[in-house]
């Protein structure tokens, strides 16, 4: 599905080098595959060994950096950050990786997530005299940094950890050192990979194969990682409660070539299609997916059911992201010009139409009649997900639960309101079962929260919302 149409988006990916010449521009390679994780933000900062030095900005990865600015790019370690950010969230100040310069020494840090307690912990530092600069919560890391009396860096950065909670990877560069820390539940996917003798860190393997990086293994849940010139160490700074990685990483957001947790995307996407061809069969004559995120998935229900696997619905790729946003009253037709319904392929045709997830539900009632207009007979919706009843407190923005039309409607209620022959969800086992996971284990290695309202970690009081973070 189209994230921008959809109202679910990822919150950001980060990219690090360890040990070669070429440190940004292969930062500026590896953001470029993780683009689909932010499209609002991008910037890296590199260390020569002396200073950190930064370019970041508003706008896609190859709108932020043109070449010139790699001239003054040049290092042998880097970090980069692309981001998404939501109203209230934007601006050049949050966009990352954020750097806080003092007489001694500097730190950048990019995050991939979002910290639950974040708020409580600003209060406590703001009372405390810690002066903030932006509104991201991810620059209580660094003031936690800054205030801690360990002597070493990585015992401050390790003590700092133990005192936040919620979804986080960070990427932390000094001077003289590349820190990368995942929180215990393991929530958000970051990988290690190498090239040459440079180590790389990425949110997504894609990232890994677009710089020629060979992926070695991922980062664990409760892990510190400290890569400098006396080479790669691991701590552990909390004991990982088991793994909880997000589920929508699988469903909707990493790329289809990226393996998370160290399961294909792609392979995972065919399976809950299959999947949910075992659950929720149908008669038809056409299975097609709403491009490009539920076309793995569409193709796996079509394997499984034998009817044929149809590009019953195109992706306009030229609509850019300065495309003038229709009015509220010509929002179907902006729908139109992101998405079209092929005539030749649905015309008198029963289609099965496979989506990833369901939101608000107001694209799916768009795009079910986009192909009734062009001549379907019947339209049976079926979801390679289950119904998103909870909202995220994780890094994902999927609105507030009262946005979110499975929280508060039956499944007979949403097909009603898209106009479907027939809806179906697929169920949390079957999501399991699909991606791979024993759920006959209580600890079934994945963050299921959105779907059943079982967060894996504590959620505070005053959780910060969705739409502010990262
Ligand atoms: S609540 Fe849902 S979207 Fe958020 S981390 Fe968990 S599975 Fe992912």
Known sequence: MLAEIKGLNEECGVFAVWGHKDAAQITYYGLHSLQHRGQEGAGIIVTDGEKLTAHKGLGLVNEVFASKDFETLYGKAAIGHVRYATAGGGGLANVQPLLFRSQTSSLAIAHNGNLVNANQLKHQLESMGSIFQST????????????????????????????????????????????????????????????????????????????????????????????????????????????????????????????????????????????????????????????????????????????????????????????????????????????????????????????????????????????????????????????ITNPCFYGIDTSTKEELIASSHSIEEMREMMGADSLEFLSVEGMLEGIGRSNEDTNCGQCVACFTGSYPTEIYPHTMHPHDKC
């Open 136 to 387: 991201s919560d991810t620059e209580v890391l660094a003031h936690l940094i800054k205030r801690s009396t360990y002597p070493r860096l990585e015992d401050k950065m390790m003590n700092s950890l133990t005192m936040i909670k919620g979804a986080y990877a960070f990427v932390v560069l000094t001077e003289d050192k590349l820190m990368v820390a995942l929180d215990p539940n393991g929530l958000r996917p970051l990988s290690l990979g190498k090239l040459g003798d440079a180590y790389v860190v990425a949110s997504e393997t894609c990232a890994f194969d677009v710089v020629g990086a060979k992926f070695e293994r991922e980062v664990k849940p409760g892990e510190l990682i400290v890569i400098d010139d006396e080479g790669i160490r691991s701590e552990v700074f909390a004991q990982s409660s088991g793994r909880a990685i997000c589920s929508m990483e699988y469903i909707y957001f990493a790329r289809p070539d990226s393996n998370v947790d160290e399961i294909n995307v792609h392979k995972a996407r065919k399976n809950l299609g299959k999947q949910l061809a075992l659950q929720a069969p149908i008669e038809a004559d056409v299975v097609t997916g709403v491009p490009d995120s539920s076309i793995s998935a569409a193709i796996g229900y079509a394997e499984q059911t034998g009817i044929p696997y149809e590009l019953g619905l195109i992706k306009n790729r030229y609509v850019g992201r300065t495309f003038i946003q229709p009015s509220q009253e010509l929002r179907e037709q902006g729908v139109k010009m992101k998405l079209s319904a092929v005539r030749g392929v649905v015309e008198g045709k029963r289609v099965v139409m496979i989506d990833d997830s369901i939101v608000r539900g107001t694209t799916s009632r768009r795009i079910v009649r986009m192909l009734r207009e062009a001549g379907a007979t019947e339209v049976h919706v079926r979801i390679s997900s289950p119904p």
